[in-house]
């Protein structure tokens, strides 16, 4: 079954102006090839919303906590992608998104979650207050009566392995995570655009499935270690570094209470083998195998290599 809407109507991407490990921008350029029109919701006017205008979406400024914003940006769209970094505001902006979605009347409403939601319920829950969010907004959204699709993907490869990496990699030629010896499957936010991009396609079918998506493997940062060496040419090894001090760490770089709060709790989850999950959802909605941490390092080769990141 296909839906009624064409590709005259345009799909709402929020967090399209993301940077580094962004599935909004990714996805934006995704539906354009695809021929849709995408309506691109940003939060400020700079050079990466200029970017989209350039890929040739429609840009709307706004904050996915405004009602006004949130009007502009859905009035004559059929479909939205909703996703949001990690926010002490993600449940205030999810409900206030759902209203006015169910307000216009769309088809269709991605939803991006944590798959750590697989693993909670009304008695199950973690220490982060960010999964405790998104467990509330997927239970907020199963009320709404919206046409909802639920996307989980596990941790991605973009946040720990490089945004969180990269340097001591660079720098040391060491992995410098406080993963213990658990396992883990992550994932490219470019793998979890593409899928999202198949269920914008045509979401007839998605409406009201859950997909939890994870990487090419699960395994251990030993393991991801000498996938480094491999794709670098030099070894790299891993090290478990105390969760305290790593956490202390990017509180002096200033990163948000929120947040560090909640990688801290992904880290010790982590330790305790709670990301060993593996599923094939991304290969039945693409038809494609994940990244693996080898073709992931080697697209990433630069930043991980001290001369090229200096020139």
């Known amino acids: 079954m296909t839906m009624k809407s064409t590709h005259d109507s345009p799909i709402l991407v929020t967090g399209a102006a993301g940077d580094l490990g962004a599935i909004g921008r990714n996805l934006t350029a995704m539906l354009l090839a695809k021929g849709h029109k995408v309506r691109a919701l940003v939060r400020r006017e700079d050079e990466r919303a200029e970017g989209l205008r350039q890929l040739g979406a429609e840009v709307v400024q706004g904050d996915l906590t405004d009602l006004s914003s949130m009007h502009r940006a859905i009035e004559g769209v059929a479909r939205i992608y909703f996703g949001m970094s990690v926010s ?12 006015v979605a169910r307000h216009h009347g769309v088809e269709a409403f991605v939803n991006m979650s944590q798959m750590t939601v697989t693993q909670m319920s009304i008695t199950e829950t973690t220490d982060s207050p960010q999964h405790k969010l998104h467990w509330l907004a997927e239970q907020a959204l199963a009320w709404s009566g919206l046409p909802v699709v639920t996307v989980r993907p596990t941790v991605f490869l973009e946040s720990f392995f490089l945004r969180l990496a990269a340097a001591g990699v660079r720098d040391s030629d060491e992995l410098l995570l406080p993963l213990g010896n658990g396992k883990t499957s992550p994932i490219s936010a470019v793998d979890v655009a593409h899928a999202v991009a198949v269920i914008l396609d045509d979401p007839a079918s ?3 499935q859950v997909y939890n998506l994870t990487g090419f493997e699960s395994a251990d940062l030993n393991h991801y270690a000498r996938a480094f060496s491999e794709a670098l040419g030099r070894t790299i090894r891993y090290r478990d570094v105390p969760l305290s001090a790593w956490v202390d760490t990017l509180r002096k770089f200033g990163v948000p209470m929120h947040l560090v709060n909640h990688v801290a709790v992904m880290a010790e989850l982590h330790a305790q083998g709670r990301y060993d999950r593996m599923t094939d959802d991304l290969f039945k909605l693409t038809g494609k195998m994940p990244t693996s941490m080898y073709d992931f390092v080697k697209l990433h080769a630069a930043q991980f290599t ?3 990141v200096a020139a």
């Open 206 to 208: 998605h409406i009201g």
């Open 88 to 99: 002490e505001a993600y449940l205030e902006a999810t409900v206030n998104t759902a209203a």
């Open 306 to 308: 001290q001369s090229q």
